[in-house]
């Protein structure tokens, strides 16, 4: 048994769907701690493109379990119309090939009312979420105002805590303008939506402690990106959950000791979507043409995402806090085409070197990157399967990475297929041991 954490390691958007997709064959569950379906996860199965919220990539593979823990936030709506849309593509989901958490917290139609008053009161600072009510359900979570799975099951224990929970929030609702909500229609709604979840419903941490018992091994699957987790990310510019390594532990009900490694996913350039500090960004012709490129526009959202060279110092710290074994490089293709490339290894901040990264806002909205400059290479790599194949151009690319991460790279993406991967053997067997026998 092996189990492994799959990680981004920037500000979300690596490609994390897609290398979960990958690495599903080897696990038997596939299961996710954090988050909410403001997260996009996009796979490409025979040029078509699916785009998952809550549901972990795993579901595409007919043979696989998947969990949603209760470190997430569950919109049931949003919960059914993902199913609803892959049964539309042909894929099967039902109770017995997906578990979600009794302890998961509820979405409820006051959250995004809620989030956008917030965003509206920071003005020019807001954060840039996607008001589908993410933040202030998580804020529900710590104040112990919040409504979970279990609770949905329970008509009695449901009404009385929507009743209390407007009793607060329509006072915050009429104080801006807005017109009180009504606890008896929601009350209906997601009593309604509480009988059609229930077949879903169990305890996750009993059932993926029993799973480990029997053998099976888990693939755990992060939303969002290590620069966005609440507490080590670039605060306040973040999500409202951890999507560090340690949310496996809170988010599942596991041990530290079932996280046997992690995988580290990053692009081999930047991006960001929203608000917040970015120091390698391209404000010009370069980033839009990355953009395009890259096709850089949010899964969840459709905004367009800012785009900005590798930056190694930050990687290099979610490295660190998240104890990553191997990296996985995804969309270097992209970068074809390109004048030159550069990559940031170091900060200037007030006349000193920083080679450690600062999450302060105010310090890495002044650093000045340091790069280092590299020639585009030759030929293309875009859709090349074997590492033979590589033009040396990139190699030396992927090997200054490599030296300045002190992390080998185990997995190569150059395209959006499934197929479209180079897979590093002898590095992959170091984390999964006979089970990367079955990648191949």
């Not at 042909?90 to 989030?115: C, D, F, T, W």
């Not at 202030?136 to 279990?150: F, L, M, Q, S, T």
């Not at 060279?309 to 930050?314: H, I, K, S, T």
Request: proline residues 5%; aromatic residues 8%; hydrophobic residues 40%.
């Amino acid at each position: 048994m092996s189990n492994l954490l799959v990680i981004g390691t920037q500000w979300g958007d690596e490609g994390k769907g897609k290398i979960v997709d990958f690495l599903a064959p080897a696990f038997e569950i596939i299961a996710r701690y954090q988050g909410g379906h403001n997260a996009g996860h996009t796979v490409y199965l025979a040029g078509k493109k699916i785009v998952l919220h809550l549901i972990p990539s795993g579901i595409l593979h007919p043979d696989k379990i998947c969990v949603i823990g209760n470190g997430l936030v569950v919109s049931p709506q949003a919960f059914f119309k993902e199913i609803n849309d892959l049964k539309a593509l042909g894929v099967e989901v039902n109770e017995k090939r997906l578990v979600v958490s009794r302890a998961a917290q509820v979405i409820m139609p006051y959250h995004s009312l809620v989030e956008k008053i917030n965003e509206a009161l920071r003005g020019q600072k807001m954060i840039g979420t996607t008001c589908r009510g993410i933040g202030p359900c998580y804020e529900d979570k710590a104040a112990r105002w919040g409504i979970r799975v279990a609770d949905l099951l329970e008509p009695e224990i449901l009404k009385e805590k929507i009743e209390d929970n407007l009793a607060a929030k329509n006072k915050i609702f009429e104080a801006f303008g807005y017109a009180p909500l009504k606890a008896e229609p929601i009350f209906e709604e997601y009593r309604e939506l509480g009988e059609k979840l229930a077949p879903f419903v169990r305890d996750v941490s009993v059932f993926l402690h029993e799973q480990i018992k029997a053998g099976k091994s888990i693939l755990f699957e992060g939303a969002q990106g290590a620069l966005l987790d609440i507490d080590h990310g670039t605060y306040p510019y973040v999500t409202s959950s951890n999507s560090t390594a340690g949310g496996v532990c809170t988010g599942l009900g596991l041990s530290p000791k079932q996280v046997h490694s992690v995988l580290g996913i990053a692009k081999a350039y930047t991006t960001r979507v929203g608000s917040g500090p970015f120091p390698t960004e391209l404000k010009d012709e370069t980033g839009a043409l990355i953009a395009r490129k890259g096709d850089e526009f949010g899964a969840t959202t459709g905004r367009p995402r800012r785009c900005g060279w590798f930056d190694a110092v930050a990687v290099r710290y979610a490295c660190r806090v998240n104890g990553v074994d191997l990296m996985a490089l995804t969309k270097p293709d992209v970068l074809e085409g390109l004048k030159e490339i550069k990559a940031c290894f170091a900060y200037r901040y007030k006349g000193s070197r920083l080679t450690e990264f600062p999450a302060e806002p105010w310090i890495l909205e002044k650093i000045e990157p340091e790069y280092r400059t590299f020639p585009v290479w030759s030929k293309s790599i875009h859709r090349l399967r074997n590492l033979e194949e590589l033009p040396l151009g990139f190699l030396d690319y992927l090997h200054w990475l490599e030296d300045t991460l002190e992390i080998k790279v185990a997995l190569i993406s150059t395209g959006v297929d499934r197929e479209d991967i180079i897979c590093l053997k002898e590095e992959m067997q170091k984390i999964l041991g006979e089970r990367a026998s079955w990648l191949f």
